[in-house]
Each structure stands twice: as structure tokens, then as C-alpha cells.
């Protein structure tokens, strides 16, 4: 399978609403959104915002691009957020996703990538320390989720200069 990369535009809005809705629920995450449209979507997010990942032609996951505060003194991060269809995981889509976020970061003189993951999802802590990313911290019992308490761990990779 050909998996490729680049910034997101206006036009993979619809299916980056798609994709988010599909992923995003009560099981993974805290607060789950849902978008109605593409025009919704473009309410939040502008082109180039993100990195999508195109599988075959079809667009199979997403890494966005944020800074985490408006402080000055808080630009040299970015945060990020990923999200691979299911039907995708596994034929290196989300690793090209972290390297291009990783690249993109270097080429615009940022200094750290950061995200946030559940406690309870082992398998993508083991994919971001296979990535390289080393956990930071966490918030313990930080959600209350289907009955129980989850933490939210906080992961970091540094940028080489």
C-alpha cells in the first residue's frame, strides 16, 4: 500500500470530520466532538493546520499542528493530536505522520512536540515510545471514564538542531 503525506486543505475537511467522528468516543477520549459537516470542521481548523496521511489515494489519518498556549514564551512546542482509521493501523501510517510533524516542527525552529494519552491505551503509549516520545508526567485519576479512573499521561520528544 502507498502511504504518503502532506498538509491538510479545505477540501479534506469532510473526510477529516468523517475520520474524527469514527474515532473520537466515550471509550477514547475525555470529550468526545462531533462534527455535523466540513463547514463545522473549517470552524476550528484552518488548511495546513494538519498533516494528513493518504492511503491509496483515500485519506487515512490525521497529526495536528498546535501550539499548546498563546504565550510567547510557550511557541518553541507543539502539540500534537493523531488519529489513524482502524483499517489503516499497522502499514506505517501513523509513524509517517509523527516523522512529517516531526519535520515540519524542525523546519519552523520548534524545539519540542508534545501529546497527551490515556492510561488505559497501552497500545498507542508503546507506539509513541517506539516513536521516540518519553512520558513527561501524568495527571492520576485525571477523567472518570465508563465507571472508572483514568490518567492522562502527558509525552514529549525534543527536536534535534
Avoid at 473520537?24 to 488548511?47: F, G, K, M, R, V
Avoid at 493546520?49 to 495536528?64: K, R, T
Avoid at 488519529?83 to 515540519?104: C, Q
Avoid at 479512573?149 to 525534543?158: A, G, H, R, T
Amino acid at each position: 500500500m502507498n502511504v504518503t503525506t502532506r498538509l491538510s486543505e479545505a477540501g479534506d475537511f469532510a473526510a477529516l470530520a468523517e475520520l474524527n467522528n469514527g474515532l473520537w468516543n466515550d471509550d477514547t477520549s475525555p470529550a468526545p466532538i462531533h462534527w455535523d459537516s466540513a463547514e463545522e470542521y473549517a470552524q476550528y481548523h484552518s488548511p495546513g493546520s494538519e498533516i494528513v496521511a493518504i492511503c491509496d489515494g483515500q485519506l487515512c489519518g490525521y497529526v495536528s499542528l498546535k501550539q499548546p498556549t498563546k504565550l510567547e514564551s510557550n511557541k518553541h512546542v507543539i502539540e500534537l493530536a493523531i488519529g489513524v482509521d482502524s483499517r489503516f493501523r499497522g502499514i506505517g501510517a501513523g509513524r509517517l505522520l509523527l516523522n512529517a510533524a516531526y519535520d515540519w516542527a524542525k523546519r519552523n525552529g520548534k524545539r519540542k512536540l508534545s501529546l497527551r494519552v490515556l492510561s488505559t491505551n497501552a497500545s498507542a503509549i508503546a507506539f509513541y515510545e517506539k516513536c521516540g516520545f518519553q512520558v513527561q508526567g501524568k495527571l492520576v485519576e485525571e477523567f472518570h471514564m465508563n465507571g472508572r479512573y483514568v490518567d492522562d499521561i502527558f509525552m514529549y520528544k525534543m527536536i534535534e538542531v
